[in-house]
């Protein structure tokens, strides 16, 4: 009688156990497929890394060593990461000298808070180009003595958002026709100058410019020659003032300006010079040249004066007492 051989495996046992080289051959196996994983995972994590628009960062804050930068640094910023991994200067260095104090004030609070969400800077990259960065930063341990306090922080490019915002808000302050100050916008930056001066004893003046006969332009020449005009006068006053001073249109031919700093005198010669400025200023529609007058109204300051509406009032008055006595002159209040 034939009799199969049967096909056994063979399992290991107390009795026979298996031999060294198999089961050094299966831990081989098996590390080799933990490091496969391993490097799947490190080539996921550093796909996910480059495709994130954000900067993850870390240092050591003692040393203000960088530990750590994501490759979306080199993106935003412009610059080599390894340059920033050898000197942490190489972030210091790149933002903006206006918001630098800011910069490095707001992230030392990161020591008394263990996290700041709040920070919004600018840099200017190595081009030139100057970018909007909000930058959230944490501690990531609980600082124990002895051992290094790690900071690690993530920083988004918001350029876009900042850029948006700047328009919507110039949208909102600025008369669209002047590119001035618009009512609201002037008024609220003029209260603030006031209180600016009291609280200081300083001295501040308040303007009002009327342009004499504007309706006789409309009618002789037209609204788009209107326009021109009040955008060249607009563009007069830009020309004259100072750079602290506020100008803005308050209403259809009439204009407003407040010199803080301003003493009477010299307030008196800026009214003097700006209406002689507008008196030469010249127009052509259709061949046909025309000129036009401001009239002013002029108030300082006074220990009297209580709120801006006091000194608004005063000058509101001198213009139209200007426009009485012929127009093309400055009357203080």
């Known amino acids: 009688m034939v009799h199969e051989k049967s096909c056994l495996i063979d399992v290991p046992t107390a009795e026979h156990p298996r031999p060294a080289a198999a089961a050094t051959l299966l831990e081989l196996m098996h590390a080799q497929g933990e490091v496969e994983r391993l490097s799947e995972r490190e080539q996921l994590l550093s796909s996910l890394l480059i495709s994130v628009n954000a900067v993850l960062w870390a240092i050591d804050w003692e040393t ?115 590119q001035t100050s618009n009512r609201r916008h002037f008024f609220e930056c003029a209260n603030q100058a006031f209180d600016t001066a009291c609280a200081q004893g300083a001295p501040l003046a308040f303007l009002l410019l009327d342009i004499d006969d ?41 204009f407003a300006v407040v010199l803080p700093g301003c003493v009477p005198e010299m307030a008196l010669l800026v009214a003097e010079r700006l209406g002689k400025e507008i008196q030469n200023l010249s127009f052509n529609y259709e061949g046909q040249a025309f000129g036009v007058t401001i009239s002013q109204g002029l108030a300082n300051l006074t220990e009297q004066d209580t709120t801006l509406d006091n000194l608004f009032a005063r000058a509101d008055t001198a213009m139209y007492e200007a426009k009485r006595l012929g127009k093309n002159r400055v009357l203080a209040g």
Do not use: M
């Open 64 to 178: 203000r060593r960088v530990l750590y930068v994501s490759p979306a640094y080199e993106r935003v910023f412009g610059r080599s990461a390894s340059l920033l991994l050898a000197d942490y200067r190489e972030w210091r260095n790149s933002i903006h000298p206006e918001d630098l104090d800011y910069a490095e004030r707001s992230l030392a609070r990161v020591l008394e808070q263990g996290t700041v969400e709040d920070r919004e800077y600018r840099i200017i990259t190595a081009d030139g180009q100057i970018r909007w960065l909000s930058d959230k930063c944490y501690i990531n341990q609980q600082v124990e003595p002895g051992k290094p306090v790690i900071v690690v922080g993530i920083a988004e490019d918001i350029t876009e958002k900042k850029q948006l915002e700047l328009e919507l808000h110039r949208l909102a302050t600025t008369d669209v026709l002047t």
């Open 214 to 254: 504007f309706k006789e332009v409309n009618d002789s020449y037209g609204h788009l020659e209107g326009d021109q005009v009040l955008r060249r006068i607009a563009e007069s006053g830009r020309g004259i003032l100072r750079r602290g001073d506020l100008f803005g249109r308050i209403g259809g031919e009439e």
